[in-house]
């Protein structure tokens, strides 16, 4: 069955960087991309990024331009989000999910929370 | 890019109610809305594809239409078991936009 398992949750100060991995298994992970969503405490789902598992082709929010970079490991079908330059607004939980071409987010992971905090 | 406005940003009704959600786009985009049901604590999970498209193990309860710049999503016989917060997406390119949330609750 299909799963997407990430990595535990984070402390960090407010500066530092984080990396997140999401570790795919009961599919082909090269014919499917990875959406990254986060969710801050209280509030909705808010778009982080996009990465393609077959090309590495990723696209992030305007927002996070410059902070966001997401990457693939298709030899252990895992994905990773990396956010640089961490602020308290970074503070959230971060969640991977599949999303096929031309289709919605149909598997999630079980979500990261990062917590940026002095 | 693509705003989505969802209303109301929550309601309270009784067992049994019909409930609609509304998500409207500030440009169309065809029928790439997803909705998604996140109970409290719990992962987000995929309701509705394409609009209109039941996913499997989805009680029919649930339903979705529209297209354009106007969907809904509508639950005909209000459960307990719904209460969850609801959430449209847009899907057809990035950035794939979420709606604010639809707050469900029992009256």
């Known amino acids: 069955q299909v799963q997407l398992v990430q990595s535990g949750a984070e402390v960090r100060e407010p500066g530092a960087s984080v990396k997140v991995s999401c570790n795919a298994s009961?599919?082909?992970?090269?014919?499917?991309?990875i959406t990254w969503v986060r969710q801050a405490p209280g509030q909705g789902l808010e778009w982080v990024g996009w990465i393609s598992a077959n090309n590495g082709n990723a696209h992030s929010a305007q927002k996070l331009q410059g902070r966001l970079t997401m990457t693939t490991d298709t030899s252990t079908s895992t994905a990773y989000m990396e956010l640089r330059s961490l602020r308290s607004d970074d503070t959230a939980v971060y969640y991977c999910?599949?999303?096929?071409?031309?289709?919605?987010?149909?598997?999630w992971g079980q979500g990261t929370l990062v917590t940026v905090s002095s | 890019d693509i705003q989505m406005t969802q209303s109301p940003s929550s309601l309270s009704a009784s067992v049994g109610d019909r409930v609609t959600i509304t998500c409207r786009a500030s440009?169309?985009?065809?029928?790439?809305l997803a909705w998604y049901q996140q109970k409290p604590g719990k992962v987000p999970k995929l309701l509705i594809s394409a609009a209109s498209t039941l996913q499997s193990g989805v009680p029919s309860r649930f339903s979705g239409s529209g297209s354009g710049t106007d969907f809904t999503l509508t639950i005909s016989r209000l459960q307990p078991e719904d209460v969850a917060t609801y959430y449209c997406q847009k899907y057809d390119g990035v950035p794939l936009t979420f709606g604010g949330g639809t707050k469900v609750e029992i009256k």
């Open positions: 999910a599949r999303k096929p071409q031309s289709e919605s987010l149909d598997y």
């Open positions: 009961g599919y082909t992970f090269t014919s499917y991309g």
């Open positions: 440009q169309g985009f065809g029928n790439y």
